[in-house]
C-alpha cells in the first residue's frame, strides 16, 4: 500500500462515512487538533517513570479513539467511540497522581524538567482540541459528547502529571508574579 493516494490535493479528504469534505471543515480541524496533542504525548514519552509512561501510552491509545470518533459524523454500535469508562480511567488516572502532589495553591507557570514542560505543552494543545471539538458539536449533529468531556478531562490529567514528573525529578513549581 501506497502512503500517497492523491485524493487529498484539492484540499478535500475523506470522513469514515466516505463522505468528502474540506481539509479546514470542523471536523477535520477538531480530530486533526487531537491527533497532534497525541503527538505531543508521544513526544514526551518515555518520561523515564514506567507507571507514567504507561498511562501516557493509554492515553495516545484513547486520542486515537477520540480521533475515530469524529471522524465518524454517522457511527454504529460497533464502531470506535469514547465512552464514559474512558473519562473514568482519566479520572483515575488524576487521582492517583494528586496523591503523590501537593495541594495546588495557585496558578503555576508552565515549566519545569523536559518531560514535564512538554506535558503542560501537550495540555495547552489539548484545550485548544476541546475548543475545537465545542465548535463542532454547536455546528453539526452527531458529535460524541463524551469525547468532549474526555478531552476536558485529559487536558486536567496532562497538568496533573506536568506536576507530578516535576516533583519526582525535585522541579520546584513556579507561580506567576502579578
Not at 15 to 41: C, F, P, Q
Not at 72 to 101: C, F, K
Not at 127 to 154: D, F, K, P, Q, W
Amino acid at each position: 500500500m501506497t502512503i500517497y493516494t492523491g485524493r487529498g490535493d484539492q484540499g478535500q479528504t475523506d470522513l469514515r462515512t466516505m463522505e468528502r469534505v474540506s481539509k479546514d471543515s470542523r471536523r477535520i480541524e477538531a480530530y486533526g487538533t487531537v491527533d497532534e496533542v497525541n503527538a505531543l504525548v508521544g513526544v514526551v514519552r518515555p518520561t523515564g517513570y514506567d507507571d507514567l509512561d504507561d498511562h501516557l501510552r493509554a492515553v495516545q491509545n484513547h486520542l486515537h479513539i477520540v480521533q475515530a470518533d469524529f471522524a465518524n459524523p454517522q457511527p454504529d454500535e460497533d464502531d470506535p467511540q469514547i465512552t464514559e469508562g474512558h473519562v473514568e480511567e482519566i479520572e483515575a488516572i488524576i487521582d492517583e497522581a494528586n496523591e503523590e502532589l501537593d495541594p495546588l495553591e495557585s496558578f503555576i507557570l508552565p515549566s519545569g524538567s523536559e518531560p514535564g514542560a512538554k506535558l503542560h505543552h501537550a495540555r495547552a494543545v489539548c484545550r485548544r482540541a476541546e475548543r475545537r471539538s465545542v465548535s463542532l458539536a454547536a455546528e453539526e449533529a452527531g458529535v460524541n459528547e463524551t469525547a468532549i468531556v474526555y478531552l476536558n478531562r485529559l487536558s486536567d490529567a496532562l497538568f496533573t502529571l506536568a506536576r507530578l514528573v516535576n516533583k519526582r525529578e525535585g522541579v520546584r513549581e513556579e507561580s506567576p508574579e502579578y
